[in-house]
């Protein structure tokens, strides 16, 4: 026994046609917000996985009545980041040093995480970010106010230590 689809000749010449769609041109026009420009260190201490975050030192020059000390505190963390090797990284015996150039907001929130310097390796890039992403931070403040702060966070991916 044998089956035969038998098509109508008039189905065969209605072929589907996708609806038409419409394009939407949607322009944002969102402020940016501005971080006081802190200047950071280009070298980085190999054994150090600490960020660092400096006071500018093309600040304007305080007079004698400015000259009272103002109060400054680094960004320290909260919640370390805690960077998870990635298995396909482990496995090719990938590893580098990612530096990675974070906003953190006055709340202590890493809002803009940028690779300053990448490991070689786009894995152990991403890894990093995801890290610092999940991490916490005391903000930057300045006479007594959280301020944003842009600080290098070195994150280092090694197998020699790991068994």
Request: aromatic residues 4%.
């Amino acid at each position: 026994m044998t089956a035969r689809f038998i098509v109508d000749a008039n189905e065969s010449e209605r072929r589907w046609t996708p609806p038409p769609v419409r394009t939407i041109d949607i322009a944002l026009d969102v402020p940016v917000p501005l971080a006081p420009a802190i200047e950071v260190p280009i070298e980085i201490p190999p054994a150090a996985n600490r960020m660092v975050a400096r006071e500018v030192a093309s600040a304007p020059t305080p007079t004698r009545a400015q000259a009272a000390p103002k109060l400054i505190s680094a960004v320290e963390y909260v919640r370390e980041p805690i960077p998870r090797y990635p298995p396909q990284s482990r496995r090719l015996r990938e590893q580098g040093l990612v530096v990675l150039r974070v906003l953190i907001d006055e709340k202590g929130q890493a809002c803009s995480i940028e690779v300053e310097s990448s490991s070689g390796h786009v894995r152990l890039d991403h890894a990093a970010k995801e890290a610092v992403a999940a991490a916490a931070f005391r903000p930057y403040v300045e006479d007594g106010e959280p301020r944003r702060a842009f600080v290098l966070i070195p994150i280092e991916f090694s197998l020699s230590g790991r068994a």
